[in-house]
């Protein structure tokens, strides 16, 4: 194994069972994802970037095929051991930002760090941390319906990174957003990914959007129809 892969997907596939029919969803994907890299999945609707992106970030698993994350073959994990891996390597940012109404942003950051062994008191440190990485100091105490969609994704994100994981899955992280909003919302993943070194997947549908990014992979029918960038 490549000592810099943090995901290894090996053959993945992903049929969904939907009573008398099968979905074949995933085909058989085989591809390295390293440390360090900042992916775009992209694809037309229904190619499976969705279903891949649950798989990579262990919240489904695959039919067939294996899936090692930082070396450990999640394909044969229960749904305790899936949740705990969850909760230590990945940070999700998500289209719609599904942060707690009427909350503050630094009580949605600390929000994964109840379901971890720190402290409050190093809780706190730590939310307040990930907001001025995302450039939010001086706004933790606002709450979601007083910040504007660009400062909630910039939560989002605070809150994604508060657990230090080994990567951050994004599913069409600036789709909410304007052009502008949006290209600020990238420039936090590429500083994120160039200055913190931290690894990034996202899903999108803007051109724009991929070109930010490393690498691109382009789903067709459930298998990687080409990659960009290798
Ligand atoms: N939970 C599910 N049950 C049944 N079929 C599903 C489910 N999720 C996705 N699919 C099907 O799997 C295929 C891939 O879907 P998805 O991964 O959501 O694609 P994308 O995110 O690229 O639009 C589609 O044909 C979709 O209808
Ligand atoms: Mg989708």
Redesign the pocket.
Known sequence: MDNNSLIELDNVA?V???GETQ????KGVTYTIRKGDLLAIM????????????IIGCLDKPSSGRYLLDGKEISTFDRNQLAEIRNKKIGFVFQNFNLLARTSALENTELPLLYSDVNTKKAREMALKSLEIVGLKGREHHKTNQISGGEKQRVAIARALVNSPSVILA?EPTGNLDTKTGNEIMKIFTDLNEKEGITIIL?THDPEVAEVAKKAMY?RD?LIERIEGE
Do not use: C
């Open positions: 992903k969904y069972e939907m979905v074949s969803a995933l694809g037309p609707s229904g190619s499976g970037k969705s279903t891949l992106m649950n599913d899903v789903l459930g």
